[in-house]
């Protein structure tokens, strides 16, 4: 018999699901800046041009970087709206949290910019909600 979710859990999952919508978004704003060494000017690179610029050059582990950070929060959508009764959703918005900050700030380094900061931010709260999506199973009642 399946497990039907009580109103808590939809709402968080719901919540999640929005972040990672957001996080998208933020996947085209500017994540690191690129100083040219001919004009001497920053030039900012968002995560898809990241991707295609290190695949231009030949650094293709640069670009499997890319393409994971890419990858975590659309996969995470589509992960938090079709599980809707399991607990996979919930381990995976924890797990995959923690790498993308840490694949973010390894592949970054110190010029960060505005998307890859709103990006790390907007992670701490998928990590919250899905913490709390894993005790809000098993504490909260059926309602």
Do not use: H, W
């Given at each position: 018999?399946?497990?039907?979710?009580?109103?808590?859990?939809?709402?968080?999952?719901?919540?999640c699901?929005?972040?990672?919508?957001?996080?998208?978004?933020?996947?085209?704003?500017?994540?690191?800046?690129?100083?040219?060494k001919?004009?001497?000017?920053?030039?900012?690179?968002?995560?898809f041009?990241?991707?295609?610029?290190?695949?231009?050059?030949?650094?293709?582990?640069?670009?499997?970087?890319?393409?994971?950070m890419?990858?975590?929060?659309?996969?995470g959508?589509?992960?938090?709206?079709?599980?809707?009764?399991?607990?996979?959703?919930n381990?995976?918005?924890v797990?995959?949290?923690?790498?993308?900050?840490?694949?973010?700030?390894?592949?970054?380094?110190?010029?960060i910019?505005?998307?890859?900061?709103i990006?790390?931010?907007?992670?701490?709260p998928?990590?919250?909600?899905?913490v709390?999506?894993?005790?809000?199973r098993?504490?909260?009642?059926?309602?």
């Amino acid at each position: 018999m399946a497990r039907v979710p009580n109103k808590t859990e939809n709402k968080l999952r719901i919540a999640c699901c929005a972040l990672y919508i957001a996080q998208v978004f933020f996947l085209t704003e500017t994540y690191s800046y690129v100083v040219d060494k001919a004009t001497n000017k920053a030039a900012g690179m968002s995560c898809f041009s990241l991707i295609y610029k290190s695949i231009d050059v030949g650094s293709f582990d640069l670009a499997i970087y890319g393409i994971i950070m890419a990858i975590i929060p659309i996969a995470g959508f589509f992960v938090f709206c079709f599980d809707k009764s399991r607990n996979i959703k919930n381990v995976y918005g924890v797990l995959t949290s923690v790498i993308a900050v840490f694949l973010i700030l390894s592949t970054i380094g110190g010029y960060i910019g505005f998307g890859a900061m709103i990006t790390i931010v907007l992670y701490l709260p998928i990590v919250f909600l899905s913490v709390l999506g894993m005790f809000a199973r098993n504490l909260i009642p059926q309602e």
